[in-house]
């Protein structure tokens, strides 16, 4: 079996880094046969958007060098095309491509690294551990896991960690693996600048004060990395990837500081000036966690959002994943900004996060996106699963906050993630002159053993669908998946490529350790708050 590193023996990419020749795997055809100029896609039912009235019975789409030409039905499409070749049947369903607009890639799971859930601060801590893996090897299978689950478009927010050679390695492996399988994928690189735990002034200290000696002792690694990239650095090299990932046409680059507890005033300040002068977006973590919350009123006197706005920093390129714990006041500050939330339901449920209040952010006109975190409820990558969890969690909120119903979830995974993450690039939608990002679904399992006439084939997509029923991918008017598998690489190798890497890889027991050692004073510093609280309310 060929090995994926066999693709870096091919001839350079023109983004300034390695982009070697794919793997031939099972393909069907040849890269014209995946990627002809004119060709129709036809299916049972066409979904072009989360619209009642954007259901077309034995519908089509017209691909014209990568964008949209026409929708339609078959029929009409056919009698004006009668020559074009014709990919799909009527036993497919054709539907927008989805946007996981909030992700980490890992690679292999964190289940399969044995890293146990658990509350957020302690998981964070654990997850130190994991075995490292080749960034362009783990972009690779994050980038098969999504389409294979039918996302044409991602968010990558990757931290960043270890000297300036490795973070340079690293954006740039991410930024190739991506490239290489044909995913449109947005990396957004961050750094930490201060902060271990909750971050915020004299958070650390107050923590490691009460910490026995030699427990201490372990903790100040972490607390103060000796190889820790300076922002100057970071900076120099943003400039790099940026002008790297601007020959790249499915690849961009955004700023991803990881947390406001974590990165300094004058280092965001800096990103946001940045942001603007090479109009690109920014994707930080807030208000995952109480705790986060708290600390900045402790420390800042202000909340997490109202020291945002201070930056200046609430404006449509920002995005905010998970937003669980925002007050109502904070989505009173975040109405008319632009500013996007990101809900990760499936990562909050399995971290102790709680349920982000996405009936009143939609009712405040906040604009919310789906986001899978890489932590799904059941570990699995499959985003027909997280819009499903979505719609169960906000279908009847009760009388506190408005509902959310089936496809306002549909919109939050195309429509509103794709307005956000490519500006200048339309996506999210089947529409004349979007890009040919397109998803057919295989409707045999789906519909079985019957399915009745009047059945809503959009009700039956957001009930049913499960990734394995993804057939087809199209990215760009490029069959990159087809049969359920990847047309640019062998998949079966790359998971043995990775396999043999990480059995190669022994775990960090340092790292292992101090995370198990640590975790009892980390509980028992939370639980502070949470008596501080109780006293509150009390």
């Known amino acids: 079996m060929a090995s994926v590193f066999d693709q870096r023996k091919g001839a350079p990419g023109t983004n300034g880094f390695a982009l070697g020749t794919p793997v031939a795997a099972r393909m069907s055809g040849s890269r014209e046969h995946r990627q002809r100029s004119t060709y129709i896609v036809r299916a049972r039912w066409a979904l072009q958007s989360d619209e009642p009235s954007d259901f077309i019975e034995d519908g089509a789409v017209l691909v014209v060098n990568g964008k949209i030409g026409a929708t339609g039905t078959?029929?009409?499409?056919?009698?004006?095309?009668?020559?074009?070749?014709?990919?799909?049947?009527t036993s497919h369903l054709l539907m927008p491509g989805l946007v996981n607009a909030h992700h980490h890639s890992f690679g292999v799971p964190t289940s399969l690294h044995g890293i146990a859930d658990a509350p957020l601060e302690s998981w964070l801590q654990g997850i130190r551990s994991l075995r490292p893996l080749d960034a362009r090897l783990s972009a690779m299978w994050t980038a098969c896991q999504m389409l294979q689950t039918g996302v044409t478009t991602m968010i990558d927010m990757c931290g960043l960690a270890g000297s300036a050679e490795n973070v340079d390695q690293s954006v740039r492996g991410k930024m190739d693996g991506y490239a290489s399988?044909?995913?449109?994928?947005?990396?957004?690189?961050?750094?930490?600048?201060?902060?271990?735990?909750?971050?915020?002034?004299?958070?650390?200290?107050?923590?490691?004060?009460?910490?026995?000696?030699?427990?201490?002792?372990?903790?100040?690694?972490?607390?103060?990395?000796?190889?820790?990239?300076?922002?100057?650095?970071?900076?120099?090299?943003?400039?790099?990837?940026?002008?790297?990932?601007?020959?790249?046409?499915?690849?961009?680059?955004?700023?991803?500081?990881?947390?406001?507890?974590?990165?300094e005033r004058s280092v965001l300040e800096e990103i946001n000036l940045r942001a603007e002068r090479y109009?690109?977006?920014?994707?930080?973590?807030?208000?995952?966690?109480?705790?986060?919350?708290?600390?900045?009123?402790?420390?800042?006197?202000?909340?997490?959002?109202?020291?945002?706005?201070?930056?200046?920093?609430?404006?449509?390129?920002?995005?905010?994943?998970?937003?669980?714990?925002?007050?109502?006041?904070d989505i009173g500050a975040l109405a008319g900004t632009g500013v996007i939330v990101v809900s990760n339901p499936g990562s909050n449920l399995r971290l102790h996060c709680g349920i982000a209040p996405v009936g009143k952010l939609r009712a405040m006109q906040i604009p919310v996106a789906l986001g899978m975190d890489a932590t799904?409820?059941?570990?699995?990558?499959?985003?027909?699963?997280?819009?499903?969890?979505?719609?169960?969690?906000?279908?009847?909120?009760?009388?506190r906050e408005p509902g959310v119903g089936a496809?306002?979830?549909?919109?939050?995974?195309?429509?509103?993630?794709?307005?956000?993450?490519?500006?200048?690039?339309?996506?999210?939608?089947?529409?004349?002159?979007?890009?040919?990002?397109?998803?057919?679904?295989?409707?045999?399992?789906?519909?079985?053993?019957?399915?009745?006439?009047?059945?809503?084939?959009?009700?039956?997509?957001?009930?049913?669908?499960?990734?394995?029923?993804?057939?087809?991918?199209?990215v760009d008017g490029e069959v990159v998946l087809e049969n359920g598998q990847p047309t640019r690489f062998d998949k079966r190798a790359l998971a043995s490529d990775i396999a043999d890497a990480l059995s190669r890889t022994p775990i960090p027991?340092?790292?292992?350790?101090?995370?198990?050692?640590?975790?009892?004073?980390?509980?028992?510093?939370?639980?502070?708050?949470?008596?501080?609280?109780?006293?509150?309310?009390?």
């Open 74 to 89: 078959y029929t009409e499409l056919r009698k004006v095309n009668p020559s074009c070749k014709v990919v799909g049947t």
């Open 181 to 263: 399988a044909g995913i449109r994928a947005v990396v957004a690189p961050g750094i930490r600048t201060m902060g271990f735990l909750l971050g915020g002034e004299g958070e650390d200290e107050r923590f490691a004060v009460q910490l026995p000696p030699a427990i201490r002792k372990l903790a100040a690694t972490w607390m103060a990395p000796t190889d820790r990239v300076s922002p100057e650095q970071f900076f120099d090299l943003f400039h790099a990837w940026h002008a790297a990932a601007s020959t790249q046409p499915r690849i961009d680059l955004w700023f991803g500081p990881p947390g406001l507890q974590w990165v």
């Open 279 to 329: 109009d690109t977006g920014i994707q930080t973590h807030a208000l995952e966690s109480r705790y986060e919350q708290e600390t900045s009123e402790r420390s800042r006197g202000q909340s997490v959002i109202a020291y945002l706005d201070s930056l200046g920093i609430l404006t449509p390129r920002l995005s905010l994943a998970h937003g669980v714990h925002l007050s109502d006041a």
């Open 376 to 399: 799904t409820l059941n570990d699995d990558d499959d985003m027909f699963a997280e819009m499903r969890l979505a719609w169960r969690l906000h279908l009847n909120a009760g009388a």
């Open 407 to 474: 496809r306002d979830v549909f919109a939050m995974a195309t429509r509103v993630g794709a307005q956000h993450l490519n500006r200048s690039i339309r996506i999210g939608m089947l529409r004349p002159g979007f890009k040919a990002d397109l998803v057919l679904l295989r409707l045999d399992e789906l519909t079985s053993p019957w399915v009745a006439p009047e059945a809503d084939p959009f009700i039956l997509l957001m009930t049913r669908a499960k990734a394995r029923h993804v057939d087809m991918v199209i």
């Open 509 to 538: 027991h340092g790292d292992l350790e101090s995370a198990a050692a640590l975790d009892p004073f980390i509980q028992r510093w939370l639980s502070r708050f949470d008596s501080a609280r109780r006293e509150t309310d009390g």
